[in-house]
């Protein structure tokens, strides 16, 4: 988390989307031509052109491409160059998992243990507020994770952090896991990392976006890909 939103947690000055983020993108799609679910299988650049293929064998043809999904994933589906390949390679994730909780006796709001953020204290809540304060009994928690932690073991850790902040969940609802804040590490980052994917901007029509590129919020992943859609478009 960036500090000015851990100050927002801490203070309770997050605000959610009442209907959610899912609903603005499509409203935002409402306006464009969007297709969704054409999952990539590859994309090829071919004279002037990329091709993109669907896991169904479709294909399309683009003069351009801005790719905002995971760029490790680009490293296995999206004809680069190697030394791009190479880095993309390098790319490392934090796990978490998010938890929808019914609770009993947990004050309105939000909060955040930092301490928890350290990698020894993972399986540990990290953050949590109502995302309908008005409406429900419901709290959304965030709980530091690893790629093998089990959704018992995440409850397990929530009952924990109930029992010792003095309030009672009466139903977890559901938990999914993330593979969040994709980042490169120190090695990676002397190597030039960021040097080299934004020399490589707009090479053969190809463009990169995502959160990597800034940071793991809406806000600072929308700020990059407008800055980068201004400068090359």
């Known amino acids: 988390f960036s500090p000015r939103l851990l100050r927002s947690f801490m203070f309770g000055q997050v605000r959610m989307l009442e209907n959610g983020y899912q609903n603005l993108w499509k409203k935002v799609a409402a306006r464009l031509n969007v297709e969704t679910n054409f999952e ?23 003069d351009a491409i801005i790719w905002t999904a995971p760029l490790d994933v680009a490293a296995k589906s999206v004809e680069l160059a190697p030394q791009l390949k190479e880095t993309f390679s390098k790319i490392e994730h934090q796990f978490y998992s998010s938890s929808l909780v019914e609770v009993e006796g947990l004050p309105r709001g939000s909060g955040v243990v930092t301490k928890n953020y350290a990698a020894a204290q993972s399986g540990n809540v990290v953050s949590w507020l109502y995302r309908w304060p008005n409406k429900t009994n419901v709290a959304n928690f965030y709980t530091l994770s690893n790629a093998f932690m089990t ?12 029992a010792s902040h003095g309030f009672k969940i009466t139903k977890v609802v559901k938990s999914v896991g993330w593979k969040y804040f994709p980042h490169f590490s120190s090695e990676a980052l002397n190597d030039r990392a960021y040097q080299l994917i934004e020399s490589a901007q ?17 806000e600072h992943t929308s700020e990059y890909s407008r800055d980068l859609v201004e400068k090359f478009f």
């Open 151 to 162: 959704p018992e073991a995440v409850e397990a850790g929530l009952r924990t952090f109930a």
């Open 202 to 218: 707009g090479r053969n029509g190809l463009y990169f976006g995502g959160e990597i590129m800034n940071f793991s919020t809406v």
């Open 40 to 62: 990539v299988k590859s994309a090829r650049r071919i004279g002037n052109e990329w091709l993109v293929e669907s896991s169904s064998g479709r294909t399309q043809a683009f």
